[in-house]
C-alpha cells in the first residue's frame, strides 16, 4: 500500500481488560487492515475519549488536534509520545492534499462500517459551555448549574450558556439523519415504497434525484461523526437538515434514548433543547431559500442543478465518494 495513496491508519478503537482498556490503531498494510496496539489505560474513559479525538483527526473534525493533545496531556512520557507522534503523522498526511482526500475517503468508510464502536466519536462534543471562566473559576470538565456565581444554565455568567450539540444529542440526530438516508435509499431502489424521508417537493422527483437525497443526508451524518456539527455544502444539504430536525424532538427522541448506545454516552442537561439549537443558537438553522423549497409542491428540473451544487467559497463534497449499495 502506497504512502501517498492511502492512510496508514484507518481506525481507532479500545477493548476493555479487567477494569481498564487497550487503545488500537487499525492500520492498513499490503496484506490488509491490521490492528495494532498503541497502550494500555487503567480506566476506560481516557482510551475511548482518546479514539473519538484521534478518529475526528483523521476526518479533519476542527479542533480534533487540539483535543488529542488535551486528552494526552496526563498520561506517561512514553505513552504520550506515541499518541502525540501518531497525530503529527496524521497531521503530515493532510497537508497533503491527495493524500488527505484519501484519508477522508477511506477512514470515513471504515467509520461508517463500524457502527458500534463509533459511538464513542460523539463523546468529542460538549456537554457543558463551562471553561476557564475567569469570574467563577470553571473548568471545562465541569457543569456550572451549581455555581453560584453562574446559576442554572449559565444566565448570570456572560462567558457560560447554553450547549448547542451535546454527545447524546449528536447521537439522536445522526441516527435521525441515517434512518431518513436508509428510506430515501429504498424509496430510489423500488417505486413501490415510500416513506416520507424528504419533503414533498423531493416526492415526484426521479431515482436519480433521490439517490443524491440520500446521499446527501449521509454526508450530513459523516460531519458528525468527525466530531463536527453539519454544516450544509449545497441547497439539498440545507433542505434536508431543515426538513430532519423538526422531527426529532418528542416521541423520536424519547425512543432513542433508550438506545443502550446513548446511555453510554456523557449526559448533560441540554440534551434535550433541541429547540435552542435550532431557533436559539441558530447552529443548525439553514438559509431562507431553504424553508421556501420545503414548502413547495414539487422541484422543476432545471433547479437540480441548484439543489446539488456546492455553494461559493464552500468546499465540495469528494466527488469520488459514490454511493451506498
Known amino acids: 500500500m502506497s504512502a501517498h495513496t492511502a492512510p496508514s491508519h484507518l481506525h481507532f478503537l479500545t477493548q476493555p481488560k479487567g477494569n481498564g482498556a487497550i487503545l488500537f490503531s487499525m492500520r492498513g498494510t499490503p496484506r490488509g487492515p491490521e490492528l495494532s496496539k498503541i497502550g494500555t489505560f487503567d480506566n476506560r474513559d481516557e ?37 502525540t507522534d501518531i497525530a503529527e503523522e496524521i497531521e503530515d498526511a493532510h497537508g497533503d492534499v491527495p493524500r488527505a482526500r484519501a484519508v477522508c475517503k477511506v477512514t470515513r468508510a471504515v467509520a461508517e462500517s463500524l457502527e458500534q464502536p463509533n459511538v464513542a466519536l460523539f463523546s468529542t462534543f460538549r456537554t457543558t459551555a463551562c471553561g476557564d471562566c475567569p469570574d467563577c473559576g470553571c473548568t471545562a470538565d465541569e457543569d456550572c448549574a451549581q455555581c453560584s456565581v453562574c446559576g442554572r ?8 450558556g447554553t450547549v448547542d450539540v451535546t454527545p447524546r444529542a449528536a447521537y439522536v440526530l445522526h441516527r435521525e439523519l441515517r434512518d431518513l438516508a436508509d428510506k430515501t435509499y429504498l424509496a430510489a431502489h423500488d417505486s413501490d415504497f415510500w416513506e416520507d424521508s424528504v419533503p414533498v417537493s423531493a416526492a415526484t422527483q426521479s431515482n436519480w434525484f433521490l439517490l443524491h437525497c440520500a446521499r446527501a443526508y449521509d454526508d450530513l451524518a459523516a460531519d458528525l461523526l468527525a466530531g463536527s456539527i453539519p454544516v450544509p455544502r449545497c441547497l439539498a444539504e440545507s433542505v434536508l437538515l431543515a426538513y430532519a430536525v423538526p422531527s426529532i424532538g418528542g416521541r423520536r427522541a424519547e425512543s432513542v434514548s433508550t438506545d443502550d448506545a446513548y446511555q453510554t454516552l456523557p449526559s448533560s442537561r441540554f440534551d434535550k433543547d433541541w429547540e435552542f439549537a435550532v431557533y436559539g443558537s441558530g447552529v443548525l438553522e439553514v438559509e431562507d431559500r431553504a424553508y421556501e423549497l420545503l414548502e413547495v409542491d414539487a422541484v422543476e428540473e432545471d433547479l437540480w442543478d441548484e439543489w446539488f451544487k456546492p455553494y461559493p467559497g464552500v468546499e465540495p463534497r469528494d466527488e469520488t465518494r459514490g454511493f451506498r449499495g
Open 153 to 160: 444554565k449559565g444566565h448570570h455568567c456572560e462567558n457560560c
Open 47 to 83: 482510551p475511548q475519549l482518546l479514539a473519538a479525538a484521534l478518529n475526528g483527526l483523521l476526518q479533519g473534525a476542527a479542533g480534533a488536534l487540539a483535543r488529542v493533545h488535551r486528552c494526552s496531556a496526563s498520561l506517561p512520557g512514553p505513552l504520550r509520545k506515541a499518541i
